[in-house]
């Protein structure tokens, strides 16, 4: 594998992208994150009722309730630790922080090279540490509750998110998301049928992190299920303005991710200006295709069981490993 | 016509005709002289092969020589005898009102079609066709298996057909990696399955792809022989099925499934330096035997116990084939021999004397000798001649395959004095109290057929006594073809 | 890198892959049906694969092998199938002896084994398919695995046809194809054995009232 700080490595080879313009697209990345996260939610919602011959909620509805939330008072719990209240803003960060280096736009921007996937695990990670710790933090019981299941879902999910990103990285032979971008979009076409085993398994985890459907319902806060719902009953005003902002940016970076890994086409390589103006409505077309897709497999999909959600996701780890050693069989010889 | 083309088409062309008119009153008379017919065939074919050498039929996809010849002769005779055996036992079974002449037209249809696909694997080049041969046999003999529609015979033959098929399918990934590796060799000719192709490449192919190719054959056909772990099937089909069914699955299909290994292990011999075939062999055959042992003591039901005994010997014979050369080889073919024809004829006993008493728990079964004594004698004899007591036949092969195994392989020696011993305590045990004691049973309508019985034993003692000269040289020839 | 694999090659090393994918999926599978339809896709994906390979290879009875296939393997025993869980009114839900990831696990392990017994020899092999050859493998134990834990007498029928479609897998992989007559053959006993086991059901079911081979343990060694 090339290591990214070795000679010819990655960071040597993208010094040129910490230009001033490279800062500025990085930035402009970084808010189109946070301007696009929750009109995706508010997309998959208004699809979902559509699917459901619901009236939908307007498209814009999630900005509504964030700007709601951040004009509102917060209201903390007696026996709150700092660790309460620090928790929504250490979420939020991590998830804008996963949102920044996870290639939307460009594989040839400033944070590309921590665009590391094992880190990005770890970042996610450290997020659902964080708001578990807050979960249990006030001591109520739904709050333990739920910080439990979401600390069962992530121990399922994550080895399993791993085995999807090694099989992407045994076949770019780099854990750079950057590096797998490229590999797999800039170069002939060739069918990886691992891909489809790791794709698929990709899906499953994305379900479960995102407390869609098989796993969690986003829609109800009915007690014996909820797992999300669970955690952030305690928080109010702008905390919950962050955490459900945060909610937003994970689904987007799971997104992203998702279409960087599977569906790399139209990613700029380079930073120049066309190349990246091109990939904006790519993005947009390939979020718009994605939410509606995510849509339609909750609607015709019934919520599972809690107990079943570790087969589930088992099931995912399963798939993920297939990949891997499908990869290893049919791909690796010539 | 030839005699070869004329052994397949009478057991096809009667297979066919008896679907039709099975439930005559002359339909177990046109089965006995189809089978006739079959042997008469047979044994004009092997007095060709005996004089001419090795032929082919059909270009090339039928090829007899003298390994095959011998057993084609085998199982057309044992065919016969139990075609006139099943008659008067059939018709027995009718007017106990457990047949209805329905099941006993698939009886008979199936019967030929049966000695049919036998035939053809025993004859065919082809070890493809060889697969379809031996697959299209179970398929015949679990409708057989199943004739009573009892719940215990369903049973067995699910898990026959289960069984089997998973083992067949074993058997054909092998037979497919043999393919693969010949057609490296022979190339893309459509010759790489035909045996005698084969056989002159067989030091070329890859011995990598033949060692996997083995194992999968030797699992696959030694589940049809009853090879353990994998022999669960063979005493629920042979306990549950019609006594005539016990007798050929016995003494003809296992030797059938046994011939399939002996034509693999002479190419994997050829390719694979260490004889590592010979040696997974005895492996098997081992364990199988001793397996075998260990379970005869625990049976009640007689079909059952002679079926265990089956499964004994036929790890003995693998066991002989697997110690390889020409003493070896020439016990495991007599070995073979013998016991198909002692087998058979322990079954014929034994299926009437189950129909005199209406059981076939041993417990239940007392006094034969009473109420038959050609029955009760026969099944003694027979007993002791499985059992390898001199005179018999079986006595001679089982000597040669010790004195072979204490001379090249003393390791075993032990293991299979003591299997063979307790099988003896076993079996000798249980069917002493069967033919001797009280008893209080009643007549059959129709006669038995007692005639093959004595014949095959009196074949067994024969050859215990003495092997003509050209049989020997059969066997020798036969024997040193597999290596 | 794979980059110089012919997109031949690709297209079946991605059916076989499905084939694998979908030997899994009927390993998860509780309903009965939809694993009648999950074979029927399985065979569609090996005639696929198999069509492919005649069309690179030009060999003329590949095409007739994918063509039983299809017949056989897409329409005509998934047919029979579904016929006789409808006339045999079996209950839908498939009970297995080990719950389900467990098997799955299992399963896991058993492509692991037949990927490393089949890796020396597909690397013989001159075909463009080779690589095909440890999945292959993997899908027959994978039915094999499907036949021992699953209890109805229908589910392990339909283990058994799996692992015909492993085997002719093998077969395209590996050579090619097995020789015209050998494949008939085979097509033949498969065709026949089915029938014969649908005759089989119903008298399983008039015997024991239910197609579920717990009740039938009860021929033991005592």
């Given at each position: 594998m090339n290591l990214p700080w070795g000679p010819g490595g990655e960071f040597a080879r993208r010094e040129a992208a910490m230009s001033i313009s490279g800062l500025l697209w990085q930035l402009l990345a970084i808010v189109l994150a946070l301007a696009l996260a929750p009109l995706l939610?508010?997309?998959?919602?208004?699809?979902?009722?559509?699917?459901?011959?619901?009236?939908?909620?307007?498209?814009?509805?999630?900005?509504?309730?964030?700007?709601?939330?951040?004009?509102?008072?917060?209201?903390?719990?007696?026996?709150?630790?700092?660790?309460?209240r620090f928790a929504p803003f250490a979420v939020f960060g991590c998830m804008l922080l996963a949102c920044a280096i996870i290639p939307t736009l460009s594989t040839d921007l400033p944070l590309a090279p921590t665009a590391d996937t094992i880190a990005l695990v770890g970042v996610l990670g450290l997020a659902r540490i964080f708001i578990s710790l807050a979960a249990m933090d006030v001591g109520t019981s739904f709050g333990t509750l739920g910080g439990r299941r979401e600390?069962?879902?992530?121990?399922?999910?994550?080895?399993?998110?791993?085995?999807?990103?090694?099989?992407?990285?045994?076949?770019?032979?780099?854990?750079?998301?950057?590096?797998?971008?490229e590999t797999l979009a800039h170069r002939d076409f060739i069918i990886y049928p691992s891909l489809a085993f790791a794709g698929i398994a990709f899906t499953f985890v994305s379900f479960a992190e995102n407390a869609r459907v098989p796993v969690d319902n986003p829609a109800t806060h009915l007690e014996l299920t909820m797992i999300h719902e669970a955690m952030i009953l305690e928080y109010s005003g702008r905390h919950l303005a962050l955490i459900e902002w945060a909610a937003?940016?994970?689904?987007?970076?799971?997104?992203?991710?998702?279409?960087?890994?599977?569906?790399?086409?139209?990613?700029?390589?380079?930073?120049?200006?066309?190349?990246?103006?091109?990939?904006?409505?790519?993005?947009?077309?390939?979020?718009?295709?994605?939410?509606?897709?995510?849509?339609?497999?909750?609607?015709?999909?019934?919520k599972v069981r809690i107990f079943r959600a570790p087969e589930f996701l088992g099931t995912a780890f399963l798939l993920a490993v297939l990949g891997l050693l499908v990869r290893l069989m049919l791909e690796t010889r010539v | 016509m030839d005699f070869f083309v004329l052994m397949l088409v009478i057991p096809l062309v009667s297979g066919a005709l008896l679907t039709v008119v099975g439930e005559r009153d002359w339909a177990p008379n046109l089965n006995i002289i189809a089978s006739l017919g079959t042997f008469l065939a047979a044994a004009g074919l092997t007095v060709e092969i005996v004089a001419n050498g090795p032929r082919f039929a059909f270009g090339e996809q039928f090829f007899i020589d003298s390994l095959n010849v011998f057993f084609v002769a085998l199982t057309a005779f044992v065919g016969l005898s139990t075609s006139i055996?099943?008659?008067?036992?059939?018709?027995?079974?009718?007017?106990?009102?457990?047949?209805?002449?329905?099941?006993?037209?698939?009886?008979?249809?199936?019967?030929?079609?049966?000695?049919?696909t036998m035939l053809v694997a025993l004859t065919t080049n082809n070890l493809g066709i060889l697969w379809v041969a031996m697959e299209a046999a179970t398929l015949t003999t679990v409708l057989l298996v199943s004739l009573y529609r009892t719940p215990a015979s369903l049973e067995a033959a699910w898990k026959y057909f289960i069984l089997c098929g998973v083992g067949i399918a074993q058997a054909l990934f092998g037979t497919i990696l043999l393919y693969f590796a010949a057609e490296r060799?022979?190339?893309?000719?459509?010759?790489?399955?035909?045996?005698?192709?084969?056989?002159?490449?067989?030091?070329?192919?890859?011995?990598?792809?033949?060692v996997l190719s083995f194992i999968f054959l030797l699992v696959g056909y030694g589940t049809k022989v009853g090879l353990a772990p994998l022999h669960n099937w063979l005493p629920d089909a042979h306990a549950e099925g019609p006594t005539p069914v016990s007798a050929v699955l016995s003494g003809l299909l296992l030797n059938v499934a046994l011939y399939a290994i002996l034509r693999c292990k002479v190419l994997a011999d050829g390719a694979i330096p260490g004889g590592f075939a010979g040696n997974l062999m005895m492996g098997f055959g081992l364990l199988t035997l001793v397996v075998a042992a260990f379970f005869l003591s625990r049976q009640k039901d007689i079909k059952r116990m002679f079926a265990y005994s089956s499964i004994e010997h036929m790890g003995l014979i693998t066991f002989a084939f697997g110690m390889g050369g020409a003493v070896a080889n020439f016990a495991g073919l007599l070995h073979m021999t013998m016991h198909s024809l002692t087998k058979s004829a322990i079954f014929f006993a034994v299926?009437?004397?189950?129909?005199?008493?209406?059981?076939?728990?041993?417990?239940?079964?007392?006094?034969?000798?009473?109420?038959?004594?050609?029955?009760?004698?026969?099944?003694?004899?027979?007993?002791?001649?499985?059992?390898?007591?001199?005179?018999?036949?079986?006595?001679?092969?089982?000597?040669?395959?010790?004195?072979?195994?204490?001379?090249?392989?003393?390791?075993?020696?032990?293991?299979?004095?003591?299997?063979?011993?307790?099988?003896?305590?076993?079996?000798?045990?249980?069917?002493?109290?069967?033919?001797?004691?009280?008893?209080?049973?009643?007549?059959?309508?129709?006669?038995?057929?007692?005639?093959?019985?004595?014949?095959?034993?009196a074949i067994v003692l024969m050859l215990g006594l003495y092997i003509p000269p050209y049989l020997t040289r059969w066997f020798h020839e036969a024997a040193r073809m597999l290596g | 890198?794979?980059?110089?694999?012919?997109?031949?090659?690709?297209?079946?090393?991605?059916?076989?892959?499905?084939?694998?994918?979908?030997?899994?999926?009927?390993?998860?599978?509780?309903?009965?049906?939809?694993?009648?339809?999950?074979?029927?896709?399985?065979?569609?994906?090996?005639?696929?694969?198999?069509?492919?390979?005649?069309?690179?290879?030009?060999?003329?009875?590949?095409?007739?092998?994918?063509?039983?296939?299809?017949?056989?393997?897409?329409?005509?025993?998934?047919?029979?199938?579904?016929?006789?869980?409808?006339?045999?009114n079996v209950k839908s839900e498939v009970e297995a002896l080990i719950n389900i990831p467990a098997t799955m696990l299992v399963g896991i392990v058993l492509v692991m084994v037949a990927f490393n017994v089949a890796l020396p020899i597909s690397e013989l092999s001159q075909t463009i398919t080779r690589g095909t050859l440890g999945i292959a493998l993997a899908v027959v134990l994978l039915a094999f695995l499907m036949m021992i834990t699953r209890q109805k007498a229908i589910t392990q029928v339909v283990g058994f046809l799996s692992m015909e479609n492993g085997l002719f897998l093998a077969a395209t992989s590996a050579t090619y194809g097995m020789p015209m007559v050998v494949e008939l053959g085979i097509a033949l006993d498969v065709l026949v054995g089915v029938i014969i086991l649908g005759v089989f059901f119903f008298q399983i079911r008039d015997q024991f009232d239910s197609l579920d081979i717990r009740h039938m343990e009860n021929l033991k060694d005592n």
């Open positions: 939610t508010g997309w998959v919602n208004q699809c979902r009722a559509w699917l459901q011959n619901r009236s939908a909620p307007p498209l814009l509805q999630p900005y509504y309730m964030l700007h709601k939330l951040f004009l509102k008072d917060v209201v903390l719990a007696h026996g709150a630790s700092p660790l309460f600390m069962l879902i992530g121990f399922l999910a994550e080895p399993a998110l791993l085995m999807v990103i090694f099989t992407t990285a045994l076949i770019s032979q780099s854990t750079s998301v950057a590096t797998i971008v937003s940016l994970k689904l987007y970076a799971y997104s992203c991710l998702g279409l960087a890994l599977f569906f790399p086409w139209g990613i700029a390589a380079g930073s120049s200006v066309l190349g990246l103006l091109m990939a904006i409505p790519v993005l947009l077309v390939k979020l718009v295709i994605g939410g509606f897709l995510l849509a339609g497999i909750e609607t015709i999909n019934a | 055996f099943s008659g008067p036992y059939m018709k027995n079974e009718r007017e106990h009102g457990k047949l209805s002449a329905p099941r006993l037209r698939l009886y008979k249809s199936m019967f030929q079609l049966f000695m049919f060799v022979l190339g893309e000719t459509g010759n790489a399955l035909l045996w005698t192709h084969l056989v002159e490449v067989k030091g070329q192919l890859e011995p990598t792809i033949m299926g009437h004397a189950a129909q005199k008493t209406g059981t076939q728990v041993m417990e239940d079964i007392r006094g034969l000798i009473r109420i038959n004594p050609l029955i009760g004698w026969g099944l003694m004899l027979g007993t002791l001649a499985i059992l390898g007591m001199p005179p018999f036949g079986v006595f001679a092969s089982e000597f040669m395959i010790l004195t072979h195994a204490m001379k090249h392989h003393p390791w075993a020696t032990p293991i299979l004095l003591l299997a063979l011993g307790v099988a003896f305590a076993a079996i000798f045990g249980k069917v002493q109290p069967m033919v001797f004691g009280e008893t209080h049973a009643k007549r059959l309508p129709h006669a038995p057929a007692i005639t093959p019985v004595f014949v095959h034993l | 890198m794979s980059a110089t694999m012919p997109i031949s090659a690709q297209l079946i090393n991605l059916f076989a892959s499905v084939i694998l994918l979908l030997a899994f999926a009927m390993l998860a599978q509780r309903r009965v049906l939809t694993l009648i339809n999950l074979f029927a896709l399985q065979g569609l994906a090996l005639c696929l694969a198999t069509l492919v390979a005649a069309v690179s290879t030009g060999q003329t009875h590949l095409y007739y092998s994918a063509g039983l296939t299809l017949v056989l393997k897409v329409l005509l025993l998934p047919w029979i199938l579904h016929r006789l869980v409808r006339k045999l």
